[in-house]
């Protein structure tokens, strides 16, 4: 069902990606369907090139071919033939009710048109049938729906709910009034034409729709699939009412990744382009190692101009056979460890070029005079990179419900988004911006985090976050020393940025290194960037402030304003808060960041790992003396 509401593209990828309810202004509420229907409008594209995105590793590491910027809403214009490019929704939830008479009626998923209250007579309260039909209100969506861990979701059961689990035959009408007695569910009371009344206090129980016989039916509705119960889909699973906003019916599944040149430095940012939106084409029928040079003709014909197709045709040749002659970068490991370990070594290694979309310089700790400032770097750090330039991508390959983790495989997660297995390319934007890279002293590193107290203060963080996940079915994720004072010092340095160099913190973002699944791949560094799908470049201030003479002081400054929190000292001295405690010497008042610079939702902090407690200063990293 189309819509002229108007979503930015990275919205689609999260938080309302396939499957989620997008809440519209006029109490409208539509859902996202699945990859197939977004196919269905890249077919009337006749360039699709400026809608596919290249990210070799990550289309490796996700098992598709390549990634597509969802449509985006625009007018063509006169004589063009291609409609307006459009996201496809559907109408959910399908109750709706007229806020004057409390009417209510299920419509059909794919109406395009909100529906009207019908005008239905009731003996008592108010009716809408003596109003003409024109001028009747439109009926809004219930706010309740009931969702099941395996990704499923339908529509609250109130026929069964109110009839005590029986779907009667016949005509029933059923009427929502509400806040009459109470303020509460219970003050909710849903009545039938039949007699039948009940109020909705209870519903939000364990098992409640269980107990009357109501389990998961399977439904699927961004794909079409609406499942009746005890048909052949039927799914069995007990289903969890919740209220349609709650921040359980849906976590979208985002895999991250910063690009990494495959190409010299000398090749053109241009030819580049060309390559690695054709490298698929141009691979193909390889033999013995050689390409097939009529591909790369076919390539240049159609990216440069007529008169140059033979000059083109060698540099692209060329720079494709230097790329085949060198290591192959790219990396297939499920491990995001492992994964990002790529990355880090690209920064320290300096990868990249001025005409590339990633260039990094590396200043060694030493070149900073912090002498004044404590001696924070030259103490803790052994260099800092420069990222004057990165590219981000950004892809949705898929989400769960109730629980952001549902033990899905990869495979399955892509599936659940899409009917045909046609579909092998997933939505994705690419982001641009900069970014400071901080390398932590390693010898200094092992020797803080092999303290008695330091070990375990982070074996009671890492048994807090594990013990939900162990009961979850999720396998355990042990947190060491090293990650969580690295984890704590980007949320301070951020917030340190935000004030000297004008960015919002939620426009900053942290992309942690740290040995915890493989603790022979040594990786001890955090990532702080910028990065806007709004234009190519950056503005240059987080690079600025990465450089000598600005750096000193935003690091000391981050490190001070940690030592006192308005909230002290019962944050300095915490036993555990946040989330399932996960966090100790941290609060809103001065770690925490808004959730969309964090990796870890806020969890997995604390400051005392960096400046010590008050009777045991030395056990921070940066007050702690080497011996």
Sequence with gaps: MPTKKPIRRSQLISP?????????????????????????KFRTISELDEFIVTEERLAKRLGVKEFRLPPDFRDPGPGVTNPSLKIPFVRFPRWHYCTRCG????????????????GIFFGSGRSCNEIPERKRQRLIPVRFIAICPHGHIE?????????????PEGQHNLRLRAGRSSGALSGIEITCSCGAQK???GAFNEQSLTKIGVTCSGGRPWLGQEAERNNTIHCGEN????????????????ASSIYLPQWEKSVDRRLVEVLEKNWGFLTTGMENGNFQRIRFELVAERHFAKDKIEFYTDKLLEAATKRIAGADSSNTDDSEEKYRKMEYDAILAETGGENQDFFVTKNLASTYNDSEFGGAI?????????????????AFY??????????????????????????????????????????????????????????????????????????????????????????????????QFSYECGYGSSALRERIYCNLEFPNETMNGVLIYTASGDSEGSLGGLVRQGKPGNLETIVYNAIENARWCSSDPICIDSQGQGPNSCNLAACHNCALLPETCCEESNMLLDRAMLIGLLDNPLIGYFNFKVR
């Design 155 to 167: 529509d609250f059961p109130f026929m069964e709910w109110v009839h005590g689990g029986a779907h």
């Design 16 to 40: 309302w990606g396939v499957g989620q309810m997008i809440n519209f202004p006029k109490d409208e509420s539509l859902m996202v369907v699945g990859l197939d229907m977004w196919e269905e």
């Design 239 to 254: 289903l969890i009412v919740v209220q349609k906003g709650a921040s359980n019916v849906y976590y979208s599944n985002v």
């Design 378 to 394: 030259n103490t803790g750090l052994t260099s800092i990179g420069l990222i004057h330039k990165l590219r981000e991508t950004r």
């Design 103 to 118: 009417h209510m009626e299920k419509v059909s998923i794919y109406d395009s048109q909100k529906p009207t209250c019908s």
């Design 398 to 495: 898929g989400f769960s419900r109730t629980y952001s983790f549902d033990g899905k495989s990869l495979t399955e997660k892509k599936n659940f988004i899409k009917l045909g297995q046609r579909i092998e390319w997933l939505p994705a934007i690419v982001v641009r911006g900069e970014g400071v890279f901080f390398e932590f002293n390693e010898k200094r590193l092992k020797d803080w985090a092999a303290k008695d107290e330091v070990i375990k203060r982070a074996k009671f963080l890492s048994e807090n976050y594990n013990r939900p996940r162990v009961l979850k079915g999720q396998k355990r994720r042990e947190i060491n020393p090293e990650f969580i004072m690295i984890h704590t010092f980007a949320h301070l340095v951020i917030n």
């Design 199 to 201: 109020t909705m206090a």
